[in-house]
C-alpha cells in the first residue's frame, strides 16, 4: 500500500500524540510506502523552520533526512488543478497521482471533501490508521 501524507498529518505526529502520531508509526513499522515529492517534503521543512514550536535545525534536517531516505520518491509529470480552495495542496495529489498511491491521509478539509481523486482515496488519519 503506498500512501502521501499531508504535512499536516507529519505536524500533527511529531508534535503530539493521536491518530496521527499513530499514522507515522505504522509508517516507521514497514506497514506502508510513504510517497512524496520533493514539493511535499519541502513544505514540510519550510513548516517545521516556521512552526510555534521550535525545533532545533538539526532535527528538522533529521526528520528530512529521514522521510527522504525511507520513502518513494516521485517527479510529478503533470500539474493538477482539483483543489481550487487552496491550490497549494495540489502538491499531495500530484505526488498520488505520479505514484499511483492508493491513499491521501490528511485533516485539511480541501482534500477531505474530493474523497477519492483518479483512484486515490483521501481520508482522515483515524481511517487509514484503522486498515491495519
Not at 28 to 44: F, P, Q
Not at 50 to 76: Q, T
Not at 119 to 131: A, D, L, Q, S, Y
Request: aromatic share 10%; proline share 3%; charged share 30%.
Amino acid at each position: 500500500m503506498k500512501a502521501v501524507l499531508d504535512t499536516n498529518v507529519f505536524i500533527s505526529g511529531i508534535f503530539w500524540s493521536g491518530a496521527s502520531r499513530e499514522s507515522l508509526e505504522l509508517w516507521r513499522d514497514g506497514k506502508y510506502m510513504l510517497v512524496a515529492s520533493m514539493e511535499t517534503v519541502s513544505e514540510i521543512e519550510a513548516v517545521l523552520k516556521d512552526f510555534k514550536i521550535r525545533l532545533p535545525d538539526d532535527l528538522i534536517a533529521a526528520w528530512i533526512d529521514i522521510v527522504i531516505e525511507n520513502c518513494m520518491i516521485v517527479e510529478p509529470v503533470e500539474k493538477i488543478d482539483a483543489v481550487s480552495d487552496d491550490p497549494d495542496d495540489n502538491m499531495f495529489l500530484e505526488a498520488a497521482v505520479a505514484a499511483e498511491a492508493d491513499y491521501i491521509v490528511s485533516q485539511d478539509n480541501h482534500l477531505l471533501k474530493i474523497k477519492e481523486y483518479r483512484g486515490t482515496k483521501i481520508v482522515k488519519p483515524e481511517e487509514f490508521n484503522k486498515m491495519f
